[in-house]
């Protein structure tokens, strides 16, 4: 068996609001998850607590990997155990580059004693290995090259953030993509390369409304988020169903929920109106 990730009745504040009610949820290494639901309903937020961004507060519950509790790891310790996040929007880092910028990703995991500044893995050997997954991944091994996030296209941030993966293969990845901003290019790299690199030994959670990203993934388990918990979890068909019908059944279905939820879809309309 696997290693399992496993959330149990998870409460997240954010600037004291509470977002998550009691979110359950199990990963096991090698099963593809699908999270869906309405604008506002959390799905970014879970994301973010899992791993542990300092402004998403865990008020209650657990977030455990093999009985190994990690709400008391920083990010980078939770990273070492095996878990990724593909942000939603990368951020851009001055003057690094695409390999620079993996390698010391990559020394972080592997060699968890280092101290900042040495210890890194050596040049030769990480070299090797990048060329060799970026050919794996059809992948342009001049990218590497380029300085991370600096004019990348919708399709070259996705490119990063598959490549990132490859390097680090984590247990459990998880990818926030949001269906505004993904371009056709965009959701072909993001498709194609979890293809290639989802397997018994991965965990994916991905959140996303995109047919195409769950048509080439199919989801082994899909989750409806509302009014921050999962309100009902099916297999691929779940998925499917909630891309040609949207979501007022679900609505109908879990009234405190959707009021809930709603109050957030106001208060988001209200902030990018404003
Ligand atoms: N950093 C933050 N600061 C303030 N409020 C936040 C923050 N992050 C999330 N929230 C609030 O938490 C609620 C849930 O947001 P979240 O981003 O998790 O939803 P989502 O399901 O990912 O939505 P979308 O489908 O639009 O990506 C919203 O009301 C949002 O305004
Ligand atoms: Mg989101």
Redesign the pocket.
């Known amino acids: 068996m696997g290693s399992l990730l496993q959330i149990e009745n998870l409460h997240v504040s ?2 004291g ?1 509470s ?1 998550l009610k009691g979110v359950q949820l199990e990963i096991r290494q090698g099963e593809i998850h699908a999270l869906m ?10 994301a973010y607590a899992l791993v542990g961004h300092p ?1 998403y507060e865990v008020t209650a519950g657990k977030i455990e990997v093999d009985g190994v509790n990690l709400l008391d790891l920083d990010p980078n310790e939770r990273a070492r155990l095996g878990l990724f996040l593909a942000f ?1 929007y990368p951020v851009v880092i001055p003057g690094v580059k695409v390999a620079d910028f993996l390698r010391h990703a990559v020394s972080n995991i592997r060699k968890p004693d280092r101290k900042e500044g040495e210890g890194l893995i050596p040049m030769r050997e990480f070299r090797k290995e990048l060329r060799e997954r970026m050919e794996a991944l059809g992948m342009d091994t001049e990218f590497a090259r380029r300085y991370l996030n600096e004019g990348f296209s919708g399709g070259e941030k996705k490119r990063m953030e598959i490549l990132q993966m490859a390097m680090l293969k984590p247990k459990f990845a998880i990818l ?1 993509e ?1 269906d505004s901003g993904l371009d056709s290019d965009a959701v072909r790299v993001v498709s194609e390369g979890l293809q290639k690199l989802a397997g018994p030994d991965t965990g994916v959670l991905i ?1 996303t409304h995109h047919e195409r990203l769950l048509e080439f993934n199919k989801p082994h388990h899909t989750h409806v ?1 509302l009014g921050g918990r999962i309100v009902e979890s099916g297999d691929s068909a779940l998925a499917h169903k909630l891309h040609e019908e949207g979501y007022a059944e679900i609505r109908a279905r879990h009234p405190q929920a959707a009021a809930e939820n709603a109050a ?1 879809e106001e ?2 309309t209200a ?1 990018t109106a404003s």
């Open positions: 954010v600037e609001k977002i639901g309405p604008n506002g309903s959390g799905k970014s937020t879970l402004k939603q926030d949001t959140i988020m957030h208060a988001l902030t």
